[in-house]
């Protein structure tokens, strides 16, 4: 028996390590606010999501100096989920869940969205979603503080068309479902403006692709039909650098055919040479190069707080800075941190955006930005060419998808649908 | 600012220009005529600059091509008291401003009094049409050359009447055809008679290129006997570029198969030759491409003229760092996993994790910047195939690493030692071979090489702690597709993959040529289960 | 058979068993009928934290069932583990139903907004549970019965075959990636709603999957120890050892390499199947090589050959990885790559070995040599 009862011991030992976690940590005397932070800090996506944590420490920082939230100081709860999204939702319920976290501000792709939203609807609490995505979701406890396609993609195409004389585009994007849908509501809208299916060419390649040469190649050779060719780039992260190398050394000046890129922000031209893609586009909500005192200030702000007088600034950034100050006004209108109260209190907020407007939050979840068009310069910043006069309003589900022309979402009551049916009058899809 | 405010401002600058004119030379009337057009630039909306670009390449005013390339250049400024267009050039103590026009000094002052004229993509391309126009009658042919080309590309029929007078001029014949072909382009885009138009198309069919190509592609969509001709050219070109195409791909290939071969050299010695599976080799290669980025950042704040020559520094001192690295890598861990292979995976794969994340604490998580110097830079023709200079250095530099460590390994004492240390340890050791020394000189060995590869590789991809990542699973299917333990495998296992893979890119495209490509190396292990070039003999048996 | 079954339960597998039950019976229980503030009340957290541990234990065990008994070292098993995984996830898609933001009846949300107009031929079935059961363990089983059939055939061994089960998984994690197969690419299959009618945010579904877990992970062991103590498993360990040797015996090598393989290949399967409902998400990043590398990590920390090692290895670099990714969030890469290489240097064993060392020290010294015979698995070791 005392065999048995030290095989027991030893096998327990190692079970009880799994077991041990189990009970948990006891919730600590709440008073901060803990303020959830959710983005990758290894793994592939670190590249850009470690500079939006070291945004919202600064902000919070900020928020402390100048007297916390509810006469509360906050604290920041930083994890890191790896890249690997699976992980995300279990950090996710482990900042909700555990660390008792009144709000969490993170994630960076769609799908680390998708792993979490689950989560943050069954145990009721709010994320904070700073990147432009392909919208076609509204969610109760999801603030989309970024671009939705037609604050980002249709703006650009415009501007293309009618400043560029734009006739024929080449859809160029990594394979997944941001640059798939983007394409989807693209192809849909030039088509409706007149361009012939011929005069597109859609092509996507997979993550992190660094061999450009034969696409590079045939978008020249796309180009040479006589009529005014652009890209319209939904590249993600990582393969840019590759992409605009070989453009680079191709010799495609973007006099002869432009990129307009929806991913390619300061931060990911900081690790290139800028001098041979001048003049290539980028639209996004934001620039480094806006002028206005409050990005004067946020601007010398971060560059003191990373102690580093080349760091680059860019649009996720600013739309955490945006929700930011939302969730701090939202918390004391409601005067509570309690979920329900600040969502319901986020709606219809207005803060000061960087580029010298407002952003207000709007009954979808979603907020009015401006649209600007960048062109690159050769010093690693953009030259706004182009604005639109005011700001536009993010549409969740795209008028351009035949999936989703019919839905609209408004989270005020008494509707608070995230997906009501214009023509069935019903909440919830196509009804049925 | 507003046409009112120009308005005002005019009187002055005129005064100005008119004092500096009196003060230097009385020189011909028409230079007073440049001065208001470029004062133009500081208007704020783009359409009244590029009207004013228009305006000086019809002027027919030499000095119009520096102010222009001043302004393509972006060396342009408008000074933020007056108005005023200056030209600045940076110096110690602040911007040194002159005139435009008449290059007159006008001292210095701080960066803060300026602002950058604005430029935009349709600025550009009138900058470059307007300079074409403006240097058709440059003494030098080379330029004249250019000028052409740029009249060829934006075929504006403003231009007729200047290229016709130096068509007349002309006496270099290549050049002549190529304004000959620069005058069929305006004649085939602004519409004659057909007779006209079909001679056209016989001129711009004889440049048999993708330009030809797209003035020709849209007369080819009509009836009649122009858009036959047009057809008829269109299919001549075509016919001739899908074969310059078909060789243009076997380059792409190769290319792709260099990158392939560069990453994988330092694998096929510490996994090929030492049974070690390194899963830390990609680190190596990150470790190669950080080194260059060192060096380059150090030359940019103390040695900038030394710029072109950084990748040459950081070679050898890739090669040394790495080395070194491997080296400590090798005594502190893997000369106690020698004859338990699958264990160096384990220890390598958390080698690796330490050093991605060490890289990531000291340079931080974001891309860096590593520049290309200006050798490396751009492309250049041979015949149709476009050759990126990149690409083409990269694609002799694997062949010569290659080369070099095949020298080293048949014809040095080390490469002899460490042969005989692979094959049978016990032996060698009792021969006197130092086999511990060996052993950790040929890991050294393998992972300096990994490092050179990072400085080249460096040139083409993103400088960030991922890098390593993106090349370790390409690099063992190569040294597996080739064989383990043989260069020549290595080589020929790159190559092939890398060819491969792009003939069935344009068909398949990128993920699943890549696909496809994997699944044949699945179906080729099972036919020749060691590789490519497989070792024989007993010591296969491990 | 009920010898070899006796064989099997000697008294460590007992007392794994015990542990097991006990785990599997008072977390669950704790965590539904203890009040929130309760000090053994276990979160919801733990439960889901726990059981896709069982999840990856499972998984660890059908790598060490052929890497440590066989010596085939499988760099893609994460391929089999995610097939099973869609498997599962297609069903619970199908299950959403109407209850998907756009409220199609039949097609999941992502072919909605791609204007997918009907379900791919290979979709159908999946609402049935019954048939993505059988697909669970079919489709990965079937994939290494191909793959293995032909691999051994060709006597691909050592490295050769490790690479190419990595260009697999690669292949794989590629082609699920293209949006065009048909599997919702980089996102995957998500937002689930009920399991057999159960809602899976339910504490008692959860509840009932952890427990679902700890059975296929306590089944998974039995087989495979029962596997081992057999003669087949004694077969097994000789081709390990040497195999040309056994096959010159006379043994047909590739049929039980393919036999153990395919068995391996559906264990991971269901361990994905149980995976998906709890994590709530299956993506093709599960088919990365890294994972796979990962999982014979697992296995190596643990103890390869062992069968509990895989188990503790599994439990305890997950545990290890969830403590440092929300403690030292900027460097717990050092620390876990620390681990693997302490664990290579100074525990080439992986931990179930030191100890057994260490114990075996001590109970010689107690018991001054008189011992009996090893268990056949020691003595593979």
New interface residues.
């Given amino acids: 028996m005392s065999h048995f009862s030290s095989a027991l011991t030893r096998t327990a030992a190692a079970l009880a390590v799994g077991a041990g976690l189990a009970w948990g940590t006891a919730a600590h005397a709440a008073d901060t606010i803990k303020v959830g932070i959710l983005h990758s800090l290894s793994g592939t996506m670190a590249i850009s999501e470690t500079t939006l944590k070291d945004v919202m420490l600064m902000l919070i920082e900020q928020q402390n100096e100048a007297g916390g939230v509810l006469g509360k100081q906050l604290e920041a709860v930083v994890v890191d989920p790896a890249s690997d999204w699976p992980l995300f939702a279990e950090k996710a319920r482990e900042l909700i869940s555990n660390d008792k976290v009144a709000v969490v501000f993170g994630c960076w792709t769609s799908v680390s969205r998708k792993s979490v939203l689950p989560v943050f609807e069954e145990l009721n609490s709010l994320l904070f979603y700073p990147v432009q995505y392909e919208g076609e979701e509204s969610s109760k406890n999801v603030f989309y503080t970024g671009a939705a396609p037609n604050q980002q993609a249709v703006p650009a195409v415009d501007y293309l068309m009618k400043e560029a004389e734009v006739e024929r585009w080449v859809l160029a994007g990594t394979d997944y479902v941001y640059p798939r849908t983007t394409n989807k509501i693209l192809e849909a809208y030039l088509k409706a403006k007149g361009v012939a299916e011929e005069d597109i060419m859609i092509n996507y390649t997979p993550f992190g692709h660094s061999d450009w040469q034969t696409i590079v190649a045939s978008i020249k050779e796309f180009a040479s039909a006589g009529k005014k060719t652009a890209v319209v780039s939904t590249i993600n992260g990582d393969a840019n650098v590759p992409f605009y190398k070989e453009l680079a050394n191709q010799g495609i000046k973007a006099e002869d055919i432009p990129v307009v890129a929806f991913s390619v922000g300061e931060e990911e031209l900081a690790g290139l040479d800028t001098a041979p893609l001048v003049g290539h586009l980028a639209a996004w909500n934001y620039f480094q190069s806006v002028e206005s005192d409050e990005n004067d200030a946020f601007v010398e702000a971060w560059k003191a707080y990373t102690k580093n007088p080349d760091r680059v600034s860019n649009d996720p950034m600013e739309a955490h800075v945006i929700g930011f100050k939302m969730w701090v006004q939202a918390v004391e209108k409601a005067g509570t941190t309690d979920t329900d109260a600040v969502a319901d209190a986020m709606i219809g907020i207005s803060v000061p955006n960087l580029s010298g407007g407002t952003a207000t939050m709007m009954p979808n979840h979603h907020l009015t930005k401006p649209v600007l068009i960048g062109e690159v310069q050769d010093d690693g910043q953009f030259e706004i060419v182009w604005e639109t006069p005011g700001t536009v309003v993010g549409d969740a589900w795209s008028d351009y998808l035949p999936g989703s022309k019919d839905l609209i979402s408004d989270w005020r009551k008494p509707m608070s649908c995230g997906n009501f049916n214009v023509a069935t009058g019903k909440c919830g899809g196509q009804g049925e | 600012m507003t046409s009112t405010g120009i308005s005002r401002l005019f009187p002055a600058v005129l005064a100005v220009i008119i004092l500096a004119l009196a003060s230097v030379a009385p020189v011909a009337a028409a230079e007073a005529d440049l001065a208001p057009l470029v004062q133009e630039f500081s208007n704020r909306k783009y359409d009244p600059k590029v009207e004013a670009i228009e305006k000086l390449g019809a002027s027919g005013d030499m000095r119009a091509v520096a102010i222009l390339k001043a302004l393509g250049n972006r060396d342009l400024y408008t000074m933020k008291s007056g108005d005023r267009v200056v030209l600045a050039r940076e110096t110690a103590d602040g911007m040194a401003i002159s005139d435009p026009v008449t290059g007159e000094d006008l001292g210095t002052v701080p960066e803060k009094a300026l602002q950058k004229i604005r430029l935009n993509n349709r600025m550009r391309r009138t900058i470059s049409a307007a300079i074409g126009t403006l240097t058709l009658m440059s003494p030098d042919a080379a330029i004249r050359g250019d000028a052409a080309e740029s009249i060829f590309l934006s075929r504006d029929d403003d231009d007729l009447e200047v290229l016709d007078a130096a068509l007349a001029k002309e006496t270099d014949p290549d050049v002549k055809l190529l304004m000959e072909q620069a005058r069929a382009a305006i004649v085939l885009e602004n519409g004659s008679p057909d007779e006209d138009l079909i001679a056209a198309i016989a001129v711009v069919k004889s440049r048999g290129d993708r330009d030809a190509l797209s003035v020709l592609t849209g007369l080819a969509n009509g009836e009649g006997p122009v858009a036959e001709a047009a057809k008829e050219a269109v299919t001549g070109i075509e016919n001739r570029l899908e074969l310059w195409g078909a060789a243009q791909n076997v380059f792409y290939g190769l290319s792709l198969g260099s990158v392939l071969l560069l990453a994988a050299i330092g694998l096929a010695i510490t996994f090929g030759v030492m049974g070690v599976i390194n899963m830390a080799h990609g680190e190596m290669i990150m470790i190669g491409a950080y080194v260059t980025f060192m060096v380059q950042e150090l030359i940019r704040t103390s040695a900038p003229w030394l710029f072109d020559y950084s990748l040459f520094i950081a070679l050898p001192l890739a090669f040394l760092i790495a080395g070194l690295i491997g080296m400590a890598i090798e005594h502190g861990v893997i000369r106690f996993l020698y004859g338990r292979p699958l264990e160096t995976l384990l220890a390598t794969w958390g080698i690796s994790l330490i050093l991605q994340q060490a890289v990531r604490t000291i340079f931080g998580p974001t891309n860096r910047e590593v520049g290309t110097p200006d050798w490396m830079s751009g492309f250049f023709k041979l015949g149709e195939l476009t050759l990126t200079y990149n690409r083409v250095y990269i694609l002799f530099f694997s062949f010569a690493v290659l080369a070099l460590l095949m020298l080293v390994m048949r014809y040095t004492a080390f490469g002899l030692q460490m042969r005989a240390v692979t094959q049978n340890r016990p032996m060698a050791g009792s021969m006197g071979i130092r086999t511990g020394w060996v052993d950790k000189l040929t890991f050294g060995l393998g992972s300096g090489i990994a490092g050179i590869a990072g400085v080249a590789l460096s040139q083409i991809d993103n400088v960030s702690p991922n890098l390593g990542q993106s090349y370790i699973i390409d690099s063992f299917m190569v040294v597996v597709f080739g064989g383990v333990g043989n260069l020549w495998g290595t080589l020929v296992g790159a190559m092939t993959l890398g060819v491969a893979n792009k003939f069935l890119e344009p068909y398949a495209g990128a993920v699943l040529a890549k696909i496809f490509v994997l699944v044949f190396i699945i179906l080729f292990i099972q036919k020749r289960p060691r590789g490519l070039f497989a070792l024989k003999g007993r010591a296969v048996e491990q | 058979m009920s010898g070899l079954l006796m064989r099997s339960l000697d008294?460590?597998a007992?007392?794994?068993f015990?542990?097991?039950a006990a785990?599997a019976i008072?977390?669950p229980l704790?965590n539904l009928t203890l009040p929130a503030g309760h000090?053994?009340?276990?979160?919801?957290?733990?439960?889901?934290?726990?059981g896709?541990?069982l999840c990856y234990a499972l998984l660890a065990l059908s790598v060490d069932l052929i890497w440590g008994y066989v010596g085939i070292?499988s760099l893609g098993h994460g391929a089999f583990f995610a097939l099973g995984g869609y498997a599962m996830g297609m069903y619970l898609m199908r299950q959403i139903g109407?209850?998907?933001?756009?409220?199609?009846?039949e097609l999941p949300?992502?072919m909605?907004?791609?204007?997918w107009k009907e379900l791919p031929w290979f979709w159908h079935g999946f609402d049935q549970f019954w048939f993505a059961m059988i697909m669970v363990v079919v489709v990965p089983g079937l994939l290494a019965f191909v793959?293995g059939w032909?691999?051994f055939r060709?006597?691909?061994?050592?490295?050769?075959l490790?690479?190419?089960t990595?260009?697999?998984t690669?292949?794989l994690m590629?082609?699920f990636?293209?949006?065009n197969m048909g599997f919702g690419?980089?996102?995957?299959l998500?937002?689930?709603k009920d399991i057999l009618g159960f809602n899976l945010?339910a504490g008692t579904t959860r509840a009932g999957l952890f427990i679902a877990s700890a059975i296929a992970l306590g089944l998974g062991f039995l087989i495979c120890r029962m596997l081992v103590r057999s003669r087949i498993g004694q077969v097994l360990i000789a081709i390990r050892d040497a195999e040309?040797r056994t096959r010159f015996l006379g043994y047909r090598v590739e049929a039980y390499k393919v036999f153990v393989f395919t068995l391996s290949a559906a264990m991971a399967g269901v361990a994905g199947a149980l995976y998906v409902p709890q994590?709530?998400?299956i993506?093709p990043?599960e088919f990365a090589?890294?994972n796979s590398?990962e999982v014979?990590?697992w296995v190596?920390?643990g103890g390869r050959g062992t069968l509990?090692g895989p188990?503790?290895g599994a439990?305890?670099v997950n545990?290890a990885k969830?403590?440092f990714?929300?403690a030292l969030?900027?460097?717990?890469?050092?620390a876990?790559?620390?681990?693997?290489?302490f664990?290579?240097?100074f525990l080439?064993q992986g931990?179930v070995g030191a100890?057994r060392q260490g114990?075996g020290k001590v109970s010689r010294r107690k018991r001054s040599g008189d011992e009996p015979a090893k268990p056949a698995s020691q003595a593979a070791e």
Avoid: C, E
């Fill in positions: 008294r460590y007992v007392a794994f015990v542990l097991l785990v008072l977390v704790a000090p053994l009340h276990v979160s919801t957290y733990a439960v889901a934290l726990v896709k541990y070292l109407t209850r998907g933001v756009y409220g199609h009846p949300d992502f909605v907004f791609l204007d793959f032909f691999a060709s006597r691909v061994t050592g490295v050769y490790s690479i190419i990595q260009a697999l690669f292949a590629l082609a990636f293209r949006n690419g980089n996102n995957g998500t937002d689930f945010q040309s994590v709530g998400i993506n990043s090589p890294a590398i014979v990590i190596a920390v509990f188990v503790i439990v305890l545990y969830t403590y990714t929300g969030p900027d460097a717990w890469l050092f876990l790559g620390g681990l693997f290489v664990v290579t240097l080439p931990i100890v114990w």
